[in-house]
Every structure is written in C-alpha cells, then in structure tokens.
C-alpha cells in the first residue's frame, strides 16, 4: 500500500511540474509546435487589466456653415456614425512559416440632411472592407517560453502564457503596458 501512495505522489509531483506556462496545460502529449501549429483567430484582447472590444462605434459631431439656395449664410450640425469590425487569424506552419490576416469592415453613417450652393448632403451609408495580410517566420525562443516572429528585420516577442490545442494566450509588455491577446484555433 505504500508504495502505490508513494507512486500516486510521485506521479502528482512529475504532472504538476510539466507545464512550463503560467496558465497551462499542466500536462499534454502533443509538443510545443504541434500546438501551435494551425490557425488561430484572436477572441480577446485585455490592455492593462482592460478588454478591448474588436467591435467599436464611434459618434463624431460636426458643423458645417455654408451658403444657403435661399440666400444667406446657415451653419448645420451633423452626427457621423462610424462602426468598425474586425477579425484576427495568425497562422503558424510547421516550418516557421507565419502569416497574419486582418479582415476589416467600416460603417460611416451621416445623420442629417442639408442643402448648400453646390453641395448638397443627406443621410447616407458607406461600407468599406477591407484585408490585410502580412507573413513572417516564426519560432519558439531557446526555453520555450516565448514565441519570436520576425517580419524581415523586425521583431516582435511574446510570452506564452497559455498554449493548448485549442486555446492560446500571448503576453506582451512595452513601455508599461502589458497586453494579452486570447486566441481560439480554428
């Protein structure tokens, strides 16, 4: 009997000490790089203690002073409504191939109409997409606990705070602010 409590501890003691990163996994038989290999979209990114919303709207109010069909000078006021969205993948390959794709979409919104001397405005939508993509290489720093991409002579290094196969967390510090993105893959 003792010695499968003396196995049990010693057992607990080899999985509790496996995991490199600050969140986990405790234990996983896949390496490093199968789990980092894939597409990952970006679900969260936390600044300073602060999530940051992929989705933001914007309100800007303007005036505008113009001459007026029936004769003087009028100033008018309008809201301009701006939506923005985005989603995030970077992907990683197994031969430290890395590619990091931004699809974007902006709504601006004018609420309100007028009429000037050769410019006439009125409630309209505009929709703009938009895909940027960028590669680099990749690779895992000597430890293990960061991961190195390079874009062709600049660098950019993030901690690992959490690699799984299906969850990722990345942690970077600059000038005193710390973000952390949160990444699901695909």
Known sequence: MKNIILSFICLIAFVSSCSKYDDGPAFSLLTKTQ?????????????????????????????????????????????LIESDSYEITWEFEKDGDFSHLEYSTSNFQTLD???????????????TNSTNSTYADWEFSSDKLELEID????????EIARLTNKEMTLEQKYEGIKTEYQFEKQ
């Not at 597409?39 to 001459?67: A, R």
């Not at 109409?113 to 929709?127: E, K, R």
């Open 151 to 158: 874009y062709g002579g600049t660098s950019q290094d993030f």
């Open 113 to 127: 109409s007028f009429s000037c001397v050769n410019y006439q405005a009125y409630i309209s939508n505009n929709i």
């Open 35 to 79: 789990r980092v290999t894939g597409t990952w979209t970006l679900t969260k990114v936390i600044v300073n203690g602060e999530e940051m919303s992929p989705d933001d709207t914007y309100t800007y109010t303007g005036n505008y002073t113009c001459y007026s069909p029936s004769g003087g000078w009028t100033d008018h006021t309008y809201d």
